[in-house]
Every structure is written in C-alpha cells, then in structure tokens.
C-alpha cells in the first residue's frame, strides 16, 4: 500500500528565511504526490503535485517541491516564508485514494 | 465554479440523532471523497465514489452511510453515532479517480453529545 512520512511534527522558522519540509514516501511505481496546506478549522488547499515528468514541480504561493525516486522523498521548499505560512502541511500519496502524511506545523517567528 | 460547498458548517448531535451532511460541487468532477479528521491528526478516507457509484469503503462503521444521488452531490447519512465520531469531516472532488489533486470543502465540524 502507498504511504507517505512527515519526519518532522513541527518546524519553526523565522519569516524571510527559507524553507524545506520532509516528505518520504513508500510505493513501487512512480507515486502521484502532493502538498496540502491546511489553517486551523479548514479545509485543505493543494499547493503542488507531482505525477511524471519534471521533477521540480512549481506550485502556488511560491512553494515548490523536488521529486527524488534514489532518495523515495518529495520535499516542499520555499525561499522566502511569510507569517502568512504558518499552517500545518500535508504531504499525500495516492492515485484513487489518498493517504495523508501526519503532517508538519509551520511555525514562523516575526 | 470551482469550489466545493459542505453544509452544515457545524453540528451538534444527540447519540440517539439522525443527521445528514451535504456536499455539492459544480465543477463537473465525477469522483468524490469523504474524509474524517480527528484534531491535531491527518484526514482519513472513508468512502470514494466515481460517478455515483461508491468505489471505496475503508471500512467505516454501518453507523455512517454516504450516499451520491447524483453528479454533483454527496451526503453522509449519520446515526447512532458515538462521541468518539466527533470530528472535523471533509468532502473533496476531483475530475475522475485517477486525476489526482483533490479540491477539498472547508468541512462540517461534527460533536457527537
């Protein structure tokens, strides 16, 4: 069965420095993977996916993230994290049922 | 239209209650999603439907009953339910199973009293 882990529970950076969130996941093929941002008592937004191809994907909010099959990881990376950021972040695995990661706390200090 | 529209936003039951959630899309998508999420935990999947037909069950208690009358809409049919079901219940839709990249609703957050 696919599955993804999120090393880390919770990440606190300060706001302007850069960003990396951990995804590894588990799954034989090439694994649809994507990150999902989620603010408190919402629903999620999906900020990227990855499916074949290139493997830096560009996603919204000037996130982006790095298939790597050698290392199994899909990692989430931003240059630049605004306050705005801090939510908790989903990375999932899945083509007709996504699987959730335990997801990561961004939290951003001013 | 690109949203995903659940209602009630918040719920409060009675053990010995019936209710029903709602979700209604108008993107056209053919395959949607229930999930649960407890707090502080991730989303988990109970029911997948793919063009009104439920594809998926991850073994949900019989207590939750989804049901997809058409295209557009999803429900979750609610009885008997335990504290322990209060929750945060999320629908989502994507353009077919297999499309990936779910557009999700803000959810009904449920208590179960």
């Known amino acids: 069965a696919q599955s993804v882990t999120q090393p880390d529970i919770h990440i606190t950076v300060s706001e302007g420095a850069s960003l990396e969130l951990r995804c590894n996941y588990s799954?034989?093929?090439?694994?649809?993977l994507f990150w999902y941002v989620q603010s408190p008592g919402q629903g999620l937004q999906l900020l990227l996916k990855?499916?074949?191809?290139?493997?830096l994907v560009q996603g919204i909010k000037g996130f982006e993230a790095e298939f790597k099959r050698s290392q199994s990881s899909f990692n989430l990376r931003k240059p630049s994290v605004h306050w705005s950021d801090a939510a908790e972040y989903f990375c999932?695995?899945?083509?007709?049922?996504?699987?959730f990661g335990a997801g990561t706390r961004l939290t951003v200090k001013p | 239209d690109t949203e995903v529209t659940q209602t009630p936003k918040h719920l409060v039951m009675g053990m010995t209650n019936k209710k029903s959630l709602k979700c209604e899309q108008h993107?056209?998508?053919?395959?949607m999603y229930w999930y649960k999420q407890k707090a502080k935990k991730p989303p988990e999947l109970m029911f997948v439907?793919?063009?009104?037909?439920?594809?998926i069950n991850e073994s949900v208690p019989s207590r939750f009953s989804p049901e997809c009358p058409n295209s557009s809409l999803l429900n979750l049919h609610l009885h008997a339910l335990q504290p322990e079901d209060s929750a945060l219940y999320l629908c989502?839709?994507?353009?077919?199973?297999?499309?990936?990249?779910?557009?999700f609703g803000s959810g009904t957050r449920l208590t179960v009293v």
């Open positions: 999932a695995v899945g083509e007709d049922d996504m699987r």
């Open positions: 799954y034989g093929a090439t694994p649809y």
């Open positions: 993107m056209g998508h053919r395959a």
């Open positions: 439907y793919s063009y009104e037909k439920l594809s």
């Open positions: 989502a839709s994507s353009p077919s199973l297999g499309a990936g990249g779910y557009t």
């Open positions: 990855y499916f074949s191809g290139d493997t």
